[in-house]
């Protein structure tokens, strides 16, 4: 069938045009921006100083020494860990358990869990940053409340164990998204189907094995596809708790990404390590489209 | 018919909101410590002009890069609050406008002494007016030295004295900043100056620049030397060897209020820093939270910082930077923006906030004032400035301290003196070629 317009749209065409500006002024920037990110790393231009204006052309100098100098490969493990255990097994394993199980309650409980949860998503980052440097701190309230009360020496967290911190706060931060997510999906999945695997003798892990989670199998795809491209260039919480420190402990990509281009001034160097980060997320986000896609 | 109209109508309005011009308005842009400074010039001005300011006042953790980005982006204010090293960069940029013809018109420009409006200067030309200079020291906790049973005054005379006495400090008083050398890369343009710089200075002989990060006479950035090694053997035996300091106090969520609050509960011996900390320790502002001079001088002491110790090393360095105002390349009225700009340093507003702030001042007028000449801690401070020098403020100098502080990061990170200086030898090259770095044996 052929589509065909609303008469009123096929006599005033201009609303069209109009209203399809924004969109090809967004895609506009967008590639406008990319492109320029991609031009630019292969020069060595800087923030400030000569190179600011006379920068010239230097060829894969800039991706070179994302191997060869001390900083990326370092940045991107670190990346790695703190996206596996904050956004993988953290937020979406943690939202999915706290949806399964709270589904089926109908009490005060589930109302203080949910606002609880939801409240870690609403504060701003930078609060939220810190509200845990106040907590962990040497004189916070894990120190006063629990260790020195226990006997123990007071533990400087963001010292002796920094990456652990940052991953704990994010999940704290993120679970809300995952948790939300699954409630929806978890709705979605038929009583009967569930019944009638029980009736046919699936136990309790089989039914969510076998059944629930195959169901909502492109859910979980879509919330990965989320929370791995946020997680993987977050940044506010971050910088603002330990500024990638101490030392290079918590640096991940989007903070050396960040030092290189304005704190050494490097933009050069920088647009390369950004364009480098849209490969690694591309990637994660074709294999995560594929999982999307129903099974033959 | 109605609906053309109005999607016309609409149309014109919103044509016509962006082409009028904006009510050409001052704006300035400040860090907050500074506000004392800025926030009376800025009244003044609008009562002299009736003109309205728009104050951006912002955080002094990261003021540095945020200007630079607003400059570079085309998004900063009229008139803006620079720290004094980065003024010939950012002028070389083209992002600054001269003050040359401007300032010759104003009568209190000649009281600027020379030296100082060098280091605001490109080519020749002024670009910025500094608002003070400052001179380094270790400051140290009178409670602290006397539970560690130190006798006062301390007046180390090596390295090695620093580190005996910050090694009684964590024995006697288990506090975990005996020495707080700054380190690490979130503090910036501090770390390389409070911390590096005053340690390199004194760890092997002036002679050749063998102390410095740059050979003047021969116009190359020095890569590896003996002073830096010793540098980072220091920072290594601070932080790794004997855990003198923490690496976590140099990457805290507000690092300004993280060393103030450990400074007043006595958990820091020694600080390296500098003469504004006899205000900033408790408010750079002045303000209701400061005590007097007197209470201020029960509870902290400071002496200059020593050189290694070494031969033919300096017995004691310091180093001179500070802040300046200037104006945009690109401000919407220079002649109104450079009125704002004299309004603030206009002598009365100016004078009375160097005093009351015990800022080491810049210009002749003030420092040859009562006030100025009768205070006792800057006549110490003045004497600690006879002996100073600056940064190698060559264009590329920022791209070199951020490499500086990298260094010293890797050193909290666990990295050898070793591996962390090939590292900064090998970024210098990239940066600056082959040619323009030299190596020290």
Same mark, same amino acid.
């Given at each position: 069938?052929k589509y065909q317009l609303h008469p009123w749209l096929a006599s005033n065409l201009w609303v069209l045009v109009a209203l399809a500006i924004p969109a090809i002024f967004l895609i506009g920037a967008l590639l406008y921006?990319?492109?320029?990110?991609?031009?630019?790393?292969?020069?060595?231009?800087?923030?400030?100083?000569?190179?600011?204006?006379?920068?010239?052309?230097?060829?894969?100098?800039?991706?070179?020494?994302?191997?060869?100098?001390?900083?990326?490969?370092?940045?991107?493990?670190?990346?790695?860990?703190?996206?596996?255990?904050?956004?993988?097994?953290?937020?979406?394993?943690?939202?999915?358990?706290?949806?399964?199980?709270?589904?089926?309650?109908?009490?005060?409980?589930?109302?203080?869990?949910?606002?609880?949860?939801?409240?870690?998503?609403?504060?701003?980052?930078?609060?939220?940053?810190?509200?845990?440097?106040?907590?962990?701190?040497?004189?916070?309230?894990?120190?006063?409340?629990?260790?020195?009360?226990?006997?123990?020496?007071?533990?400087?967290?963001?010292?002796?164990?920094?990456?652990?911190?940052?991953?704990?706060?994010?999940?704290?931060?993120?679970?809300?998204?995952?948790?939300?997510?699954?409630?929806?999906?978890?709705?979605?999945?038929?009583?009967?189907?569930?019944?009638?695997?029980?009736?046919?003798?699936?136990?309790?892990?089989?039914?969510?094995?076998?059944?629930?989670?195959?169901?909502?199998?492109?859910?979980?795809?879509?919330?990965?596809?989320?929370?791995?491209?946020?997680?993987?260039?977050?940044?506010?919480?971050?910088?603002?708790?330990?500024?990638?420190?101490?030392?290079?402990?918590?640096?991940?990509?989007?903070?050396?990404?960040?030092?290189?281009?304005?704190?050494?001034?490097?933009?050069?160097?920088?647009?390369?390590?950004?364009?480098?980060?849209?490969?690694?997320?591309?990637?994660?986000?074709?294999?995560?489209?594929?999982?999307?896609?129903?099974?033959? | 018919m109605l609906n053309k109209s109005l999607a016309t109508a609409v149309a014109v309005f919103g044509v016509a909101g962006m082409?009028?011009? @904006?009510?050409?308005?001052?704006?300035?842009?400040?860090?907050?410590?500074?506000?004392?400074?800025?926030?009376?010039?800025?009244?003044?001005?609008?009562?002299?002009?009736?003109?309205?300011?728009?104050?951006?006042?912002?955080?002094?953790?990261?003021?540095?890069?945020?200007?630079?980005?607003?400059?570079?982006?085309?998004?900063?204010?009229?008139?803006?609050?620079?720290? *004094?090293?980065?003024?010939?960069?950012?002028?070389?940029?083209?992002?600054?406008?001269?003050?040359?013809?401007?300032?010759?018109?104003? &009568?209190?420009?000649?009281?600027?002494?020379?030296?100082?409006?060098?280091?605001?200067?490109?080519?020749?030309?002024?670009?910025?007016?500094?608002?003070?200079?400052?001179?380094?020291?270790?400051?140290?906790?009178? *409670?602290?030295?006397?539970?560690?049973?130190?006798?006062?005054? $301390?007046?180390?005379?090596?390295?090695?004295?620093?580190?005996?006495?910050?090694?009684?400090?964590?024995?006697?008083?288990?506090?975990?900043?005996?020495?707080?050398?700054?380190?690490?890369?979130?503090?910036?343009?501090?770390?390389?100056?409070?911390?590096?710089?005053?340690?390199?200075?004194?760890?092997?002989?002036?002679?050749?620049?063998?102390?410095?990060?740059?050979?003047?006479?021969?116009?190359?950035?020095?890569?590896?030397?003996?002073?830096?090694?010793?540098?980072?053997?220091?920072?290594?035996?601070?932080?790794?060897?004997?855990?003198?300091?923490?690496?976590?106090?140099?990457?805290?969520?507000?690092?300004?209020?993280?060393?103030?609050?450990?400074?007043?509960?006595?958990?820091?011996?020694?600080?390296?820093?500098?003469?504004?900390?006899?205000?900033?320790? $408790?408010?750079?502002?002045?303000?209701?939270?400061?005590?007097?001079?007197?209470?201020?001088? @029960?509870?902290?002491? $400071?002496?200059?910082?020593?050189?290694?110790?070494?031969? &033919?090393?300096?017995?004691?360095?310091?180093?001179?930077?500070?802040?300046?105002?200037?104006?945009?390349?690109?401000?919407?009225?220079?002649?109104?923006?450079?009125?704002?700009?004299?309004?603030?340093?206009?002598?009365?507003?100016?004078? &009375?906030?160097?005093?009351?702030?015990?800022?080491?001042?810049?210009?002749?007028?003030?420092?040859?004032?009562?006030?100025?000449?009768?205070?006792?801690?800057?006549?110490?401070?003045?004497?600690?400035? @006879?002996?100073?020098?600056?940064?190698?403020?060559?264009?590329?100098?920022?791209?070199?301290?951020?490499?500086?502080?990298?260094?010293?990061?890797?050193?909290?990170?666990?990295?050898?003196?070793?591996?962390?200086?090939?590292?900064?030898?090998?970024?210098?090259?990239?940066?600056?070629?082959?040619?323009?770095?030299?190596?020290?044996?």
């Amino acid at each position: 069938m052929k589509y065909q317009l609303h008469p009123w749209l096929a006599s005033n065409l201009w609303v069209l045009v109009a209203l399809a500006i924004p969109a090809i002024f967004l895609i506009g920037a967008l590639l406008y921006f990319t492109g320029w990110a991609l031009a630019f790393s292969f020069t060595d231009l800087e923030l400030v100083g000569r190179k600011a204006v006379n920068w010239s052309w230097v060829g894969f100098d800039n991706y070179a020494r994302l191997f060869t100098r001390r900083g990326f490969l370092e940045s991107l493990w670190t990346t790695t860990i703190f996206s596996f255990f904050s956004a993988i097994v953290g937020q979406s394993v943690l939202g999915f358990l706290l949806a399964a199980t709270l589904r089926t309650q109908r009490s005060v409980l589930r109302g203080v869990i949910e606002a609880t949860i939801m409240l870690g998503w609403l504060v701003p980052d930078i609060v939220a940053a810190f509200l845990w440097s106040a907590t962990t701190a040497q004189t916070g309230l894990i120190n006063n409340l629990i260790i020195t009360p226990l006997g123990f020496e007071p533990v400087n967290f963001i010292n002796e164990f920094a990456l652990p911190v940052v991953i704990i706060a994010n999940i704290w931060k993120g679970t809300a998204w995952s948790y939300l997510l699954f409630s929806a999906a978890l709705d979605s999945v038929s009583r009967e189907v569930v019944e009638a695997a029980k009736v046919d003798g699936a136990t309790a892990f089989q039914r969510v094995w076998r059944v629930i989670l195959p169901i909502i199998r492109p859910h979980i795809a879509t919330n990965m596809l989320f929370i791995t491209i946020w997680t993987f260039t977050y940044f506010p919480l971050i910088y603002a708790l330990t500024g990638g420190g101490p030392g290079r402990q918590t640096e991940v990509l989007a903070i050396f990404l960040y030092k290189q281009s304005f704190m050494v001034g490097k933009l050069g160097y920088g647009s390369a390590i950004s364009v480098a980060m849209l490969v690694i997320v591309g990637v994660l986000s074709l294999f995560y489209l594929r999982l999307l896609k129903e099974p033959k | 018919m109605l609906n053309k109209s109005l999607a016309t109508a609409v149309a014109v309005f919103g044509v016509a909101g962006m082409a009028m011009p @904006a009510h050409a308005e001052v704006s300035i842009m400040y860090a907050d410590w500074l506000s004392s400074l800025v926030e009376p010039g800025i009244a003044d001005f609008e009562a002299a002009t009736g003109e309205t300011v728009n104050a951006i006042k912002l955080p002094g953790e990261g003021y540095v890069e945020r200007v630079a980005l607003d400059l570079a982006a085309g998004t900063a204010a009229d008139v803006i609050q620079l720290d *004094s090293f980065v003024v010939s960069e950012l002028a070389s940029a083209g992002y600054l406008m001269p003050l040359g013809d401007m300032g010759s018109d104003w &009568d209190q420009y000649q009281h600027y002494m020379p030296a100082l409006l060098d280091v605001v200067s490109y080519d020749g030309e002024v670009y910025a007016l500094p608002t003070d200079t400052d001179v380094r020291m270790l400051w140290y906790d009178k *409670s602290v030295f006397e539970a560690a049973g130190i006798a006062m005054p $301390w007046e180390p005379q090596s390295w090695d004295d620093v580190l005996e006495t910050a090694r009684t400090i964590k024995a006697e008083t288990g506090i975990d900043n005996a020495f707080l050398l700054p380190a690490g890369t979130k503090q910036g343009e501090a770390a390389t100056m409070q911390g590096f710089y005053m340690a390199l200075l004194g760890a092997d002989t002036p002679e050749d620049d063998r102390n410095r990060l740059r050979n003047w006479a021969e116009g190359k950035w020095i890569g590896d030397s003996p002073a830096i090694r010793r540098t980072l053997e220091l920072y290594h035996d601070v932080y790794a060897e004997d855990e003198l300091a923490t690496a976590s106090i140099n990457y805290a969520t507000d690092i300004g209020a993280a060393v103030r609050e450990a400074m007043a509960n006595d958990e820091i011996g020694i600080l390296a820093s500098g003469s504004w900390e006899f205000t900033c320790l $408790w408010d750079c502002n002045g303000g209701p939270a400061l005590p007097s001079a007197d209470e201020r001088n @029960a509870l902290i002491g $400071w002496t200059p910082w020593p050189g290694s110790g070494l031969p &033919d090393t300096k017995a004691t360095t310091n180093i001179s930077g500070g802040w300046a105002i200037g104006v945009n390349k690109n401000a919407q009225d220079p002649e109104l923006a450079f009125q704002l700009l004299t309004t603030i340093f206009d002598a009365g507003n100016f004078g &009375d906030w160097t005093v009351e702030n015990r800022r080491m001042a810049v210009r002749t007028d003030i420092a040859a004032s009562d006030a100025y000449a009768s205070d006792a801690y800057l006549a110490e401070a003045t004497a600690l400035a @006879a002996d100073t020098t600056g940064r190698d403020t060559y264009p590329g100098y920022q791209v070199v301290s951020a490499l500086v502080q990298q260094m010293t990061a890797d050193i909290l990170d666990g990295v050898s003196v070793e591996d962390a200086i090939s590292e900064y030898h090998a970024s210098l090259v990239d940066e600056f070629g082959e040619e323009n770095v030299i190596t020290y044996e």
